[in-house]
């Protein structure tokens, strides 16, 4: 499905590490942006070309024998263009080969601009400010197309206009937020000089999402998986906005669900969110699956493939299903049509995404554009409860990648009850939305212990609570001692089987957060 405005900007990724944050930061002034790799074919795009193209930085050096070089055809658009960092050397070089050359000083950090004219790009900032730097290479040599509108101690070109065509470059970082005035270059790059109004909102994107779902759709039939998360919650609340009872929805009972998860979110998704939805307790099955698995891997691909028997298994007498909505967000497509290819795999995540292949039904992604925020202020607007917009990711394989060892009733009742009382307590002391994941983990460990006299030989809890913007990165909570306390004494009392509790002071990287 494409969902691509008629006003955008397309951002061409040289392989920087900031290329996201140029989306972010575009998104955020309400346009709405594309990252492709600079070498996408620009055909495709010729139905609707970009209103500007932001050139990204990227890792190679320009006088590399294979350094990535600009699409020339991008000029035929005739729109502007930003050129950051590797993206200003690029068009310095193909100007002049051989002026941008390695720097004497690697500048990598904050540096203090210097504005010499402010006319357009740098219209409103400071004759002097901060920005953020990070490279090894400079420019030497500047055609003399080009005239420069700023600079630093360090770098005479830190930024250029051409002088005929709107094609500006900076060598700084403007999406990194250390850039303190970086946003309103980016603004005066996207309204002023792109002349682009900032109508891209949730509101904008419900309407013609619904839309564009309606004429998809027709008059057949949707399954949507549900898993209680924020993601394919908005997605079934599009859908069933565009095409009603059409819709269904599925809850399953995957057996490692958290304590009165099931019936909790069947409630809220029935009497507040009014979703078609039917429950299905498949935990036997999970269950009988999972016996004896250790290796983590092998518990989310467990769980992966039940799910989809279980799916197939919900609509296998119906053939008017057509369709199957899923929450895949941006994050997923950009790592997998980057042109550096999907990054190592830590974990498979998305373990039940398979399920189109297998079950011969057409692909409904409303959000495949969207970053997580986005998808929560889509919510929001779609009048999704706050308190469940703000409910903790919790991941599809559930308490079984929480068990660091093999999977029973046993062991999840011991730490569904752990759980309950640590997010319990979260909640009870405003804690909950102050960190942006918390759960509580089973240890294989037994350590000897006292109570009332008598030795105790049980197993151990792991708490763990996290403060992060997207989880790609995380800090673990510095939760207040007093409350730890608490909530460790409450679990060593209440819950038989566990005579000790730690807590994870772990960062991510070079930890994840979850343990398996
Ligand atoms: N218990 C469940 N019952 C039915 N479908 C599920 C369940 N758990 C996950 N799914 C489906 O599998 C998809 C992937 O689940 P997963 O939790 O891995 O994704 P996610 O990106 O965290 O999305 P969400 O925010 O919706 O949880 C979900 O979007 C949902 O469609
Ligand atoms: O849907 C999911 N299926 C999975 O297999 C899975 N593993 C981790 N997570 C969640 O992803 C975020 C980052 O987790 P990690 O730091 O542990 O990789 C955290 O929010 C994790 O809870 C998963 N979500
Ligand atoms: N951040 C960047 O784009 C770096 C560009 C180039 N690799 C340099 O070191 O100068
Ligand atoms: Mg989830």
Redesign the pocket.
């Known amino acids: 499905m494409q969902h691509r405005p008629q006003n955008w900007i397309l951002i061409l990724d040289f392989g920087s590490q900031y290329t996201q944050l140029i989306a972010r930061r575009v998104r955020e002034l309400n346009v709405y942006c594309e990252i492709h790799p600079f070498n996408k074919d620009l055909a495709t795009f010729a139905d609707n070309p970009p209103n500007g193209v932001i050139l990204s930085g990227g890792p190679s050096s320009v006088n590399d024998e294979n350094a990535p070089n600009i699409n020339e055809d991008i000029f035929n658009w005739d729109v502007p263009v930003l050129g950051i960092c590797y993206g200003l050397q690029i068009l310095a070089h193909n100007e002049i080969s051989g002026s941008v050359e390695k720097a004497d000083r690697r500048e990598f950090g904050r540096s203090e601009l210097i504005v010499d004219d402010n006319t357009d790009l740098l219209k409103e900032i400071p004759e002097e400010s901060v920005v953020w730097m990070s490279h090894g290479d400079h420019i030497k040599e500047l055609s003399s197309n080009y005239e420069v509108i700023a600079h630093t101690d360090n770098a005479h070109v830190a930024a250029v206009r051409h002088d005929e065509k709107p094609i500006y470059g900076v060598q700084f970082h403007p999406e990194v937020v250390h850039t303190v005035y970086g946003g309103q270059i980016l603004q005066n790059f996207v309204y002023s000089i792109c002349h682009l109004k900032g109508s891209w909102t949730a509101k904008s994107f419900i309407e013609s999402t619904i839309e564009e779902i309606r004429e998809k759709v027709g008059d057949d039939r949707v399954i ?10 908005v ?1 079934a609340t599009l859908v069933h906005e565009a095409i009603g009872d059409q819709l269904q929805c ?5 057996g490692v ?1 958290r304590k009165n998860e099931f019936q909790d979110v069947l409630d809220i998704y029935e009497d507040q969110l009014h979703l078609p939805v039917k429950g ?1 307790d498949a935990s036997d099955k999970f269950l009988e699956r999972l016996k004896g698995v250790v290796d983590p891997e092998m518990k989310r691909i467990t769980i992966g493939e039940t ?1 989809i028997e279980v ?1 197939d298994e919900a609509i296998a007498h119906d053939d008017s299903y057509k369709y199957l ?3 895949t ?1 941006y994050p997923d497509v950009i790592e997998s049509i980057s042109f550096k290819g999907p990054s190592a795999t830590i974990k498979s ?5 398979g ?1 189109p292949e297998e079950m011969n039904l057409d692909l409904i992604e409303p959000v495949r554009e969207l970053f997580k925020d986005e998808v929560r202020n889509v919510g929001r607007e779609l009048g999704i409860p706050e308190h469940f917009i703000k409910r903790h ?4 394989p559930g308490l079984a990648i929480r068990i660091i060892s093999d999977v029973d009733r046993p062991k999840l009742d011991i730490l569904r009850e752990a759980d309950d009382i640590f997010i319990s307590e979260l909640r009870k002391n405003d804690l909950y939305d102050e960190v942006w994941q918390a759960l509580a983990v089973l240890l294989p460990v037994q350590s000897v212990g006292v109570m009332g006299d008598e030795r105790t030989y049980e197993f151990t809890i792991g708490l763990r609570a996290v403060t992060s913007v997207d989880g790609m990165t995380a800090d673990w909570a510095h939760l207040p001692h007093p409350f730890l306390a608490h909530v460790s004494n409450r679990i060593i009392n209440e819950v038989r089987g566990i005579n000790r509790v730690v807590y994870d002071i772990s960062s991510k990287p070079p930890s994840t957060i979850e343990w398996e």
């Open positions: 949507c998986g549900l898993s209680g998360g924020v993601d394919s919650t997605v599925i809850f399953v009972d995957n669900l299905i799910f799916f909505a899923q929450g967000l995540h998305h373990n039940v995404g399920l990711p919790f991941p599809g």
